[in-house]
Structure formats: structure tokens, C-alpha cells
């Protein structure tokens, strides 16, 4: 019953922006911390950010610190990923999770190329 839908991938140039959206549902979504994670062709999957229940982000990746920031609303039960100054390098499917990586979305696509 649990779901995870993420939406705002595609492609850009370098440099730029992208906002990253993933509604969940069923379950009380405020209690639990999300993350976002992303999977680049022939690497392992990685851990970008982390938020708390309570809307504090912890255990950002060092390759998008002050570049991306994770934040959520809790009203309509979303989580965004806030990509800029986005590099060639940050091209991967980027997924959703829900309670200690029990669950997950289907992913999103971000290709950024010039």
C-alpha cells in the first residue's frame, strides 16, 4: 500500500536547475525521515541527502553539498530534491525511499548534458 511516485527529471545543460518531487502515500508520512537516492550507469546506488520527519536535512553526499537541498511538505506528504549548478557527473536515476530504505519509488531520470 505504500507508494512512492517521484516526478521532475529530464535533461538539462550544465549549470543548470532541477527540482525533483516525490509524493508518497500510505503511510503517516510526517513521523518518518526520506531520502533520495541516485544510480549512475555502472556505478552502485548512492545516497544523496536525507531529511528528518521534522523537515531537518542530514547526511548530505559531499558531491552535492551546497548544491542540492532536500526539503518537504508535510501537509501534502512530498519530498523535493533542489538540484543546481548541476555537472555532467550528476546524470543518474534518481529514486525516492521511505523508512530505512524499505520502500521505494520507481525512480527518475536526470541526464544533464549540453
Known amino acids: 500500500q505504500v507508494q512512492l511516485v517521484e516526478s521532475g527529471g529530464g535533461l538539462v545543460q550544465p549549470g543548470g536547475s532541477l527540482r525533483l518531487s516525490c509524493a508518497a502515500s500510505g503511510f503517516t508520512f510526517s513521523i518518518y525521515a526520506m531520502s533520495w537516492y541516485r544510480q549512475a550507469p555502472g556505478k552502485e546506488r548512492e545516497l544523496v541527502a536525507t531529511?528528518?520527519?521534522?523537515?531537518?536535512?542530514?547526511n548530505v553526499a559531499d558531491s552535492v553539498q551546497g548544491r542540492f537541498t532536500i526539503s518537504r511538505d508535510n501537509a501534502i506528504n512530498t519530498v523535493y530534491l533542489q538540484m543546481n549548478s548541476l555537472k555532467v557527473d550528476d546524470t543518474a536515476v534518481y529514486y525516492c525511499?521511505?523508512?530505512?530504505?524499505?520502500?521505494w519509488g520507481q525512480g527518475t531520470q536526470v541526464t544533464v548534458s549540453s
Open positions: 531529511i528528518g520527519g521534522g523537515g531537518v536535512p542530514t
Open positions: 525511499s521511505a523508512k530505512n530504505r524499505r520502500y
